[in-house]
């Protein structure tokens, strides 16, 4: 079975400081995409970043990174400098080669002003 | 682009009644999901259309729900009769090619049957 797992319910973080959310996934697949989507109070899905599971270097879109271990089957998010506006459920999610994107249970990041 | 917008933003009614979603994906898009998002089941996904014919449905619970895409700018997803459990908040989100760059979400419909 082709899963994504976030073993986080809930994190928290200083205003300015980082964090790191995890994420892990299983599948035999060996080309797909990975994302990170952030839903905040007001419902609405966004995404945040994308990576590509063929491309070793770590995909970064202003102060949100990740680290991708293909072998591991690992893809964390990093947020440094967290802003109040940071707040959020952030969902991990894969397409593993297919139409259909899976997602795991996420994890609600509170940000300590 | 208005990106994908759904309406109701919200929708309360009785046990029994018909309720009808409404979708218009982001133009171009060729894929067309539903999901519904619970505190207890999270984010599931219902039915998917490519080009217009469902590909997918496995993830519709039972045959109260059904959706339809009668054309490339417009998706229904209907619950009749509906019931209690089936409060929840609904997605529509559309897609260029294959989910290889994500999905774009429409704002979501929440569900009150009461």
């Known amino acids: 079975a082709q899963t994504v797992t976030q073993s986080q319910p809930e994190m928290s973080v200083q205003e300015a400081e980082t964090v790191t959310l995890s994420c892990t996934y299983d599948t035999s697949e060996s080309d797909y995409y990975l994302f990170w989507y952030k839903q905040p109070p007001s419902r609405q899905m966004i995404l945040v970043i994308r990576q590509e599971a063929y491309k070793q270097q770590n995909a970064t879109e202003n102060r949100f990174s990740v680290n991708f271990q293909k072998a591991a089957k690992s893809f964390s998010l990093k947020i440094s400098d967290s802003q109040l506006g940071d707040a959020a459920m952030y969902f991990c999610?894969?397409?593993?080669?297919?139409?259909?994107?899976?997602f795991g249970t996420g994890t609600r990041l509170t940000i300590i002003p | 682009d208005a990106g994908v917008i759904q309406s109701p933003r919200h929708e309360v009614t009785e046990m029994g009644q018909e309720v009808t979603l409404r979708c218009k994906p982001i133009?171009?898009?060729?894929?067309l999901f539903w999901y519904r998002q619970t505190m207890m089941r999270g984010l599931e996904l219902l039915i998917y259309?490519?080009?217009?014919?469902?590909?997918?449905d496995s993830g519709m619970p039972e045959d109260r729900f059904s959706a339809k895409m009668p054309n490339a700018s417009f998706s229904t997803l209907k619950i009749q009769p509906s019931e209690p459990r089936d409060s929840a908040v609904y997605f529509c989100a559309s897609s260029p090619n294959r989910a290889l760059y994500g999905y774009t979400f429409g704002s979501g419909t929440r569900l009150t049957v009461v």
């Open positions: 133009s171009g898009h060729n894929s």
């Open positions: 259309f490519n080009n217009n014919v469902p590909i997918d």
């Open positions: 999610a894969s397409n593993f080669g297919n139409e259909k994107l899976t």
